[in-house]
Structure formats: structure tokens, C-alpha cells
């Protein structure tokens, strides 16, 4: 067989290939063809583009430069370059590719068009606007510029007529990918999580096996409080792709903050099994830190948010939970150095005030812990914890009619709790003891002395 007629055998193929999306075998005959006969440029074009189908797109780049070489100034290639491009973050690259291909067909619109999201995601917003007016006076009716310059104006915190512009895309083009997901993310960031979630729908509708997408849904009902929901989301996802750290690691911070810590622990357990160790999630630390917390396991704890203070050491959050998992391991005098720490990063903070308040309520510290309690009640009114732990400091230091004080407010906001009501019905016994204590402190001294 001629060589020349087995290549257009091979690209004929390759295009039946090409029209049933088997996108390796249409690659597979289209090199063999070039193999033949390397010096068509439509050849080496659609090589290019089948790449990009493969999710390779910096091997499609010389692909497109050598059909431009053999054929330059080819518009649709010189734009399929300068996308290319775009896509792997070349930007300077693609605005020369745009730039010379504009001047060259200064009519061709998408040579603007894309020059505005390259100049978008350079963050040069005023030129990313001033090609959209050039692009518009070419084609009002390019659902991609409308797009871009949306991203563009979102970018800039002007969410309104970033809405408006991804509205006007769907007006355009009903299918255009990706902008009902745009939509979403706009709503969701002015807390219209109704209509987020209506738009996140409709794009995972048109691509339902979109891990990412029904991550940001997932996400979002977590955020809103629908934590089942949200935990069925997540379940979704890792059976879609059970390597999705994200998605485990959510489902693990779901299944904590739903109280089954054990199952949480299952779920970060597996992610540094994935990885080898520990990964790198923002928060990871603090989350296991406190899922061991909450089973009890204070010293593994502790090691956790240790490396989560590390990480953030002016995080107050951080700091007490660090401070807690120290109280909980009978640590007072380094949990109490954490509390400090936290209040010397907000003196008005009711939590840590309470917090070192027990810690010198244990050591014995009892005037100490009751001016704590005191601020802590001051600050967050309606604190029962904190009055009932007056209460206690009251007691300790035989302030009979405060301490009674005290827990009956504490009994107002909860009358139903049965620690207040127990140390309530315990303050004269309290004082009983005391002043038997007392009275017969002489006699024990006087007893003591005549055995001697």
C-alpha cells in the first residue's frame, strides 16, 4: 500500500475514532499518520486538540506550534494555543499568542474575548474591561466574554453585576458550562443559600459525576446546619472516588461535630494511612486533636493542637482547646499558662476566663478562680457554669449568703439542672461543717496535747 494512502487511511480513522470520543485510539492512528507524513499542519492541530481531550494539554502545545509553523497564522490554531496556554497558567505566553494574533485579524473577536480572562486572572481588571467593550463592539452576543467579565467583576467584590453577566450567559446559552456553579458560589457568598443551592443543582445536573461540585453542595449544608444532609453528601462523593481526601476528611469533622467520634477518628486514621502520614489539610491537627479529646485520649490530644499552635499560635480557639486537653491530662499549671495566653489575646474572653477559673478553682486558688468566674459570668450573661463555680469558690471561702446568691440566679436561667439544685441544697452543710470545723478545732488542739 502507498504510504501516502495508508495515512489518509489512518486520519480517516482516526476520525471515525474522533466522533465516538474513543479519544486514545483516534491519537493512536492520527500519530501513525503523522509518523508517515509529519509535515500536514491540520494533522498535527488535531493532535493537539485530542491531547487536550486527555487532559494533557502541555503536550498539546508543540502540536499546535508546529501546525503553525507549517501554517502560519491559522486563526483557530493560534486560539487553541493561546488557550492551551491560559489553561496551564502560561499567561504571558497566551497574551502574545492573543496580542499577535489580534494584530494580525483585528476583526476576530475571540482574540479579545480570551484576553480577558488571562487579564483577570493577572488581577489587571481595568484591562480585562477594556477588552470586554473591544470584544463587545465586535460580538454582543459571546456568551464567553460575558463569563470572563464576570469572574472579573466577582473578583473585584461586585457581586451584582457579576450576576448580572453569568445571567446574561445563561440567556445566551442555557448550556454553557460552568456558570450555573459560578451563580452558586455568588449566592452562597451573600448568604442566599436557597438560590446557591438551586443553582448548584442545576450544574450538577448537567454533570452529576462532578465530585467537586457536590463537595461545594455538601460543604454548603454543613455550613447551614443540615449536617445529615450534608453527611450523606460527603458518603456520595468517596463512592464516587474513594480517594478524595477532602471529602473523608469533611465527613470526619461532620461525624464529630454529630458526637461519634470514633467514626470520625476511622476517617482521618484513613487519610494519613492514604498519605503516609500527616496530610496537608488546613485544620487537620485541631480536628483529630479534638476528636481524641473527646474519647478521653488527653495526651494524644494535647500533641495535636500542640502542632495546631504551632501552626496559628495567636488562635484563641486553638489555645483553649490546647488548654482543655492540658486540664483534662490534671496539667493546671500549663493549662492555666494557655488561658492566660488566650486572654492576653482577648481579655474579654467569657470561655477562658472560666477556663483558668477551674484551673485555680483545683490548685486551691479559690479567690483567684471566684474573680474569674465572676468576669466570665460578667461577660457572657446567663453563663450557668460559671455561677456554679462562684457558687463553689463562694462556698470554699465561707461566703455563705454569695454563694446562695449566686446559684439561685444560676437556678433562674436553668432551673432544670440538677448539679445547681444539688450544691443549692449542700451550702448549709457546707456551712455546718465549717462551723463544727471551727468549734472544735480547740478541743482536737487541747485532745491533742493532753495524749502527748
Known amino acids: 500500500m502507498n504510504d501516502w494512502l495508508e495515512a489518509e487511511q489512518r486520519v480517516e480513522r482516526a476520525q471515525e475514532f474522533f466522533e465516538s470520543q474513543r479519544w486514545e485510539e483516534a491519537l493512536d492512528e492520527l ?48 486560539m487553541a494555543l493561546g488557550v492551551a496556554l491560559t489553561r496551564l497558567r502560561r499567561y ?24 480577558i480572562n488571562v487579564y483577570s486572572q493577572l488581577g489587571r481588571h481595568d484591562q480585562a474591561e477594556e ?48 456558570v450555573n456553579r459560578r451563580i452558586a458560589q455568588a ?11 438551586e443553582y448548584f443543582l442545576r450544574e450538577i445536573r448537567d ?9 461545594e453542595l455538601a460543604e454548603m449544608a454543613f455550613e447551614s446546619g443540615q449536617v445529615a444532609t450534608a453527611e450523606a453528601k460527603f458518603e456520595q462523593i468517596l463512592e464516587l472516588d474513594p480517594d478524595h481526601l477532602e471529602a473523608r476528611f469533611a465527613l470526619g469533622k461532620v461525624r464529630l461535630a454529630r458526637g461519634r467520634p470514633a ?34 485520649r488527653f495526651t494524644e490530644a494535647s500533641a495535636y493542637f500542640e502542632l495546631a499552635a504551632e501552626q496559628d499560635p495567636a488562635n484563641p ?55 474569674h468566674c465572676l468576669e466570665a459570668a460578667r461577660l457572657k450573661p446567663g453563663f450557668v457554669l460559671a455561677m456554679y463555680d462562684a457558687g463553689v469558690a463562694y462556698l470554699r471561702l465561707a461566703k455563705w449568703a454569695e454563694a446562695r446568691a449566686v446559684l439561685r440566679r444560676a437556678q433562674r436561667r436553668d432551673p432544670a439542672n440538677e448539679d445547681l439544685q444539688r450544691l443549692s441544697r449542700q451550702v448549709w452543710r457546707y456551712r455546718l461543717r465549717y462551723h463544727l470545723r471551727r468549734f472544735s478545732a480547740p478541743f482536737r488542739a487541747l485532745f491533742g496535747r493532753s495524749r502527748r
Open 131 to 178: 477588552m470586554f467593550y473591544l470584544a463587545q463592539e465586535l460580538d454582543d452576543s459571546c456568551p464567553h466574554c460575558f463569563f470572563h467579565i464576570g469572574a472579573s467583576l466577582a473578583a473585584r467584590g461586585q457581586t451584582n453585576r457579576a450576576l448580572y453577566c453569568w445571567q446574561r450567559v445563561l440567556e445566551l446559552d442555557p448550556t454553557y458550562v460552568g
Open 317 to 371: 480557639q486553638v489555645l483553649t482547646l490546647l488548654g482543655n486537653s492540658l486540664l483534662g491530662e490534671g496539667k493546671l499549671r500549663n493549662a492555666a499558662d494557655y488561658f492566660r495566653r488566650v486572654l492576653a489575646l482577648d481579655a474579654h474572653n467569657p470561655i477562658a476566663h472560666h477556663s483558668l477559673a477551674v484551673c485555680l478553682l483545683r490548685s486551691g486558688r479559690n479567690g483567684a478562680a471566684l474573680e
Open 187 to 197: 449566592y452562597r457568598a451573600r448568604g442566599e443559600l436557597d438560590l446557591s443551592r
Open 92 to 115: 504571558a505566553r497566551a497574551l502574545k499568542v492573543f496580542e499577535e494574533l489580534a494584530r494580525i485579524y483585528p476583526e476576530f473577536e475571540p482574540a479579545y474575548c480570551h484576553r
Open 31 to 78: 500519530e501513525a499518520a503523522l509518523a508517515i507524513n509529519p509535515n500536514v499542519a491540520i494533522w498535527h492541530a488535531q493532535r493537539g486538540f485530542l491531547l487536550e481531550e486527555l487532559d494533557r494539554p502541555a503536550d498539546a502545545i508543540p502540536a499546535y506550534e508546529r501546525a503553525l509553523e507549517l501554517e502560519p497564522g491559522d486563526p483557530d490554531v493560534a
Open 207 to 215: 454533570d452529576p459525576g462532578n465530585t467537586d461540585l457536590l463537595y
Open 263 to 296: 467514626e470520625a477518628l476511622a476517617c482521618f486514621e484513613t487519610i494519613s494511612s492514604m498519605v503516609g502520614g500527616e496530610p496537608e489539610l488546613p485544620g487537620f491537627e485541631r480536628s483529630l486533636g479534638e476528636t481524641l479529646f473527646q474519647l478521653g
